[in-house]
């Protein structure tokens, strides 16, 4: 097999061209979609996140290690052991939601299921 580096220097530039195109492609597509970001002054509890689930009736959940936070498009609802009962723990390690629409939702030490 013979190499040149006048033939690698043309793959460079097909390859580069490729990837010029895919990345225009991308930018477009990701023009159709909005992006932002959540803060605690949007109302999320902490700033750190550990965990997102989405639940079948559309929230959005989210835990972090001051609390949990139910998202529904424009506001946050925060559940912590200061507003909800049940809550031991603000430090949430994790969350999930089951094929039912029930919500676990981790704890450093333990787990509890808010049935929704």
């Known amino acids: 097999m013979n190499f040149s580096y006048r033939n690698s220097f043309r793959w460079q530039q097909v390859l580069f061209c490729l990837s010029f195109f895919v990345c225009l492609n991308a930018t477009a597509f990701a023009d159709e979609y909005g992006f932002g970001f959540w ?9 750190t996140v550990n965990g997102i689930a989405r639940t079948p009736d559309g929230y959005l959940w989210l835990a972090a290690f001051d609390g949990l936070a139910r998202f ?3 506001r946050f609802t925060v559940f912590d052991k200061g507003s909800s009962r049940g809550v031991v723990n603000n430090r949430f390690r994790g969350i999930f939601a089951d094929r039912d ?3 676990w939702a981790l704890f450093l030490s333990a787990a509890v299921c808010v049935k929704l």
């Not at 803060?39 to 700033?47: E, H």
């Open 101 to 103: 629409g029930a919500v």
């Open 72 to 74: 529904d498009g424009v």
């Open 39 to 47: 803060t605690t002054a949007s109302g999320l509890p902490q700033n």
